[in-house]
């Protein structure tokens, strides 16, 4: 499933709060950057037509929805897109700026170790 960067902006909320409104999202999204209502409908929309959320029931007039799947189960579609729009299609490029970001504990350096050998093992 293809979604753009606004969807997996709301998919997000979806997966964080297990029922909500097009209304609590529009909320949550204008936190962060101004978005008419409307704009935030059409995503949510656009997101029940792909399957990605679904109608479980109603709270007034507002139509309630949850998240019909979840993160792991967009992820394989997803990162690869995102790898080829900003890395070329090199995963290498996106390990070589996570490392060069200086963002990784010691903790995360052991673990891609000793998962790289564990991949390197199993590959041999």
Not at 67 to 78: V, W
Request: aromatic share 10%; charged share 30%; with cysteine.
């Amino acid at each position: 499933m293809k979604l753009s960067d606004f969807e997996l902006d709301v998919i997000q909320y979806f997966w964080q709060q297990p029922q909500c409104s097009a209304k609590q999202i529009h909320q949550w999204i204008s936190d962060s950057k101004p978005v008419a209502y409307n704009t935030v409908k059409t995503i949510v929309d656009r997101l029940e037509e792909k399957g990605a959320i679904e109608r479980i029931g109603k709270d007034g007039r507002a139509i309630i929805f949850q998240a019909a799947i979840s993160q792991d189960e967009l992820t394989p579609s997803a990162v690869p897109s995102f790898i080829k729009r900003f890395f070329g299609g090199k995963a290498s490029g996106l390990i070589a700026h996570l490392i060069d970001d200086d963002k990784l504990s010691d903790d995360d350096i052991a673990y891609l170790e000793k998962y790289l050998k564990e991949k390197k093992q199993n590959k041999g």
